[in-house]
């Protein structure tokens, strides 16, 4: 059983930056892909970015590319998600789990919003 804890979001204006986190339990974080999704009202829930087990090997969605920064830190078991340039449209909920998600590990998420 993985439990995730998302924080860090907030409101901000449009080129501001937040850092998320992500907290897990469990004594088998440190196997799993992680990533970050976001939900914005009356869309989809969506892929953002994802790190691998090493902490080498980041992948971003296209939207973030250049903007976004995921990383790890295993012995702290916590994921973060540098946000960098946002931008109104990045404004979601956003929500850790592993990848591929499991059903049971989503979170509350943290809410972004991006003013204009």
């Known amino acids: 059983q993985v439990t995730l804890v998302e924080s860090g979001g907030g409101l901000v204006q449009a080129g501001g930056s937040l850092r998320l986190s992500c907290a897990a339990s469990?004594?088998?974080?440190?196997?799993?892909?992680m990533a970050w999704f976001r939900q914005a009202p009356g869309k989809e829930r969506e892929f953002v970015a994802s790190?691998?087990?090493?902490?080498?090997?980041?992948v971003y969605a296209d939207s973030v590319k250049g903007r976004f920064t995921v990383s790890r830190d295993s012995g702290k078991n916590t994921v973060y998600l540098q946000m960098d340039s946002l931008k109104p449209e990045d404004t979601a909920v956003y929500y850790c789990?592993?990848?591929?998600?499991?059903?049971?590990?989503w979170g509350q998420g943290t809410q972004v919003t991006v003013s204009s």
């Open positions: 789990n592993t990848r591929p998600p499991r059903p049971d590990a």
């Open positions: 469990g004594r088998t974080f440190s196997i799993y892909n």
């Open positions: 790190i691998s087990p090493s902490g080498r090997i980041p």
